[in-house]
């Protein structure tokens, strides 16, 4: 991040390319990372909003597959995608991952989220008892 700051600052391709040496140099790259660093720069310089766009569309995707809709109890905002057989997916690619494996999840509010995750974890059938009280009180909201 830093360094996309310091070409940012730059006045001149010749100023970049300094910046990259050093970073090079300092990063012990070689010859060819130098100009694949400095053709990534550029490109980045030119479509600053690119990865924000492409998370954008992707989510909306993911949106139009699932729904946005609580099954739970009908809300529409703060809605989380939750995997019904509870595996563990990829945090940075979950959207990639939401959309090749659409048909295991399902749209949920941000409470109610929280609550399965948190039945899924109590051993103590008293604080489930607890638990869905909070749930029903959550919904009787709506």
């Known amino acids: 991040m830093k360094l996309l700051k310091k070409l ?3 006045k001149s391709d010749e100023e970049a390319r300094d910046i ?3 970073h090079v140099s300092q990063s012990k790259y070689n010859k060819y990372k130098l100009a694949y660093l ?9 479509n600053p909003n690119y990865q924000r766009d492409y ?3 992707r989510r909306q995707q993911v949106k139009e ?3 946005t809709q609580c099954v739970v109890c009908g809300a529409t905002q703060k809605i989380c995608f939750h995997e019904i057989n509870g595996n563990d997916h990829p945090r940075g690619q979950a959207c990639s991952y939401i959309l090749k494996n659409y048909k295991n999840f ?3 509010c941000k409470s109610d989220h929280s609550l399965i995750h948190a039945i899924a974890h109590v051993e103590n059938p008293e604080k489930i ?5 909070q ?8």
């Open 38 to 46: 400095t053709a990534t720069a550029r490109w980045r310089a030119k």
């Open 106 to 108: 399902v749209p949920l």
């Open 135 to 142: 749930i029903i009180a959550h919904h009787q909201k709506f």
């Open 129 to 133: 008892i607890d638990l869905i009280r």
């Open 20 to 22: 990259l040496k050093n």
């Open 65 to 67: 597959l699932i729904g």
């Open 8 to 10: 940012e600052k730059a």
């Open 55 to 57: 998370i954008r569309k």
